[in-house]
């Protein structure tokens, strides 16, 4: 099973930037992409950064140019790099691990994805 812990999150002033961690631990050879989503106050959670199935990086079209995800492997570890925070930025961020189907249908792996527990961000006006 794998086990996500985000943290770095904060408040902050619009312009700013802010760092969020990801630790990853577990069977981490079941996931087969990781990235992070947000939830905004009174909306539904959303895609924010995300290395897919290839290793290749995708955002939304909201962060892109402003926010970076980078991993290091050694450390298991995700990162995303938010800069010139807006205050639309403001959410819960959560990171997320998907999980190799076939390996879940084989009972490899205990469930198709993983979430951690989420970290706040604020950003002020």
């Known amino acids: 099973q794998v086990q996500l812990v985000e943290s770095g999150g904060g408040l902050v002033q619009a312009g700013d930037s802010l760092t969020l961690s990801c630790t990853v631990s577990?069977?981490?050879?079941?996931?087969?992409?990781i990235g992070w989503y947000r939830q905004p106050p009174g909306k539904q959670r959303e895609p924010v950064a995300a290395?897919?199935?290839?290793?290749?990086?995708t955002y939304s079209p909201s962060v892109k140019g402003r926010f970076t995800i980078s991993r290091d492997n050694a450390k298991n570890a995700v990162f995303l790099q938010m800069n010139s925070l807006i205050p639309e930025d403001t959410a819960v961020y959560y990171c997320?691990?998907?999980?190799?189907?076939?390996?879940?249908?084989?009972?490899?792996?205990?469930?198709?994805?993983?979430w951690g527990q989420g970290t706040q961000v604020t950003v002020s006006s």
């Open positions: 290395f897919d199935n290839s290793g290749s990086a």
């Open positions: 997320n691990a998907i999980n190799d189907p076939a390996a879940v249908a084989r009972g490899m792996c205990a469930q198709p994805d993983s």
């Open positions: 577990g069977d981490t050879t079941c996931i087969t992409a």
